[in-house]
């Protein structure tokens, strides 16, 4: 199984909600990351997960804030978003965290803020 | 400032036909070289990928050329179907982690 889940498919949310986004894999891979993609352009990363420890944040805003509760299991917490936050969010995992781990990414959370 | 440069933008080639994505890098610290192919709506997935200790790998109809002197590297699709049609996107990742630095990423159209 290769398969790398995400719930929900679509959310829309107000400026002065709070959301979270969650990612599953079964795969027992001990890294994950959270990127951000906006139409037409690459994924962007925002964190990374190493055996449940956060290993890398890119500078991200702290309306986003992550949470990894074990190792198959990834959210990120919404809360105060902008219109300009509105993209696909992509969740991915790879066995390890080191060079030619190969990262399988889920379908996406698409985010509408409004 | 964009570590790996892709291009062209957008392709359109016939069926049966080879499609070209090239990528650039300037970054000698990166150490591994995957290619993502994503469909409208879905999340990436790895095509394939390359360690710069060999020049070429092939896996079925895609293969990857990989020129470490210049520091360029590129994905060739041989016999392009309508199913390939897609956005392609090159990554590199250094040797000190697994952060994936993206390319611009390719908009291919094959036309039946």
């Known amino acids: 199984d290769t398969e790398v889940t995400q719930t929900p498919k679509h959310l829309v949310m107000g400026m002065t909600n709070k959301k979270s986004l969650k990612c599953e894999q079964h795969m027992g891979h001990r890294a994950m990351y959270w990127y951000k993609q906006k139409a037409k352009k690459p994924p962007e990363l925002m964190f990374v997960y190493s055996y449940e420890k956060l290993s890398i944040n890119e500078s991200v805003p702290s309306r986003f804030s992550p949470e990894c509760p074990n190792s198959s299991l990834l959210n990120l917490h919404l809360h105060a978003l902008q219109p300009e936050d509105s993209a696909l969010y992509l969740c991915?995992?790879?066995?390890?965290f080191g060079v030619g781990y190969e990262q399988y990414f889920g379908p996406g959370t698409r985010l509408t803020v409004t | 400032q964009q570590q790996v440069k892709q291009s062209p933008q957008s392709l359109i080639v016939q069926k049966g036909g080879i499609s070209i994505i090239n990528c650039a890098y300037e970054?000698?610290?990166?150490?591994?070289f995957p290619w993502y192919q994503q469909f409208p709506g879905k999340g990436p997935a790895l095509l394939i990928a390359?360690?710069?200790?060999?020049s070429e790998k092939k896996e079925g109809r895609f293969t990857i050329s990989f020129n470490k002197s210049a520091k360029q590297f590129s994905l060739h699709i041989m016999d392009s179907q309508p199913g390939d049609s897609a956005t392609y996107f090159c990554a590199a990742s250094p040797n000190t982690g697994n952060q994936f630095y993206f390319g611009t990423g390719t908009s291919l159209t094959v036309i039946p």
């Open positions: 991915a995992s790879s066995q390890g």
């Open positions: 390359i360690r710069p200790d060999v």
């Open positions: 970054n000698t610290a990166f150490d591994y």
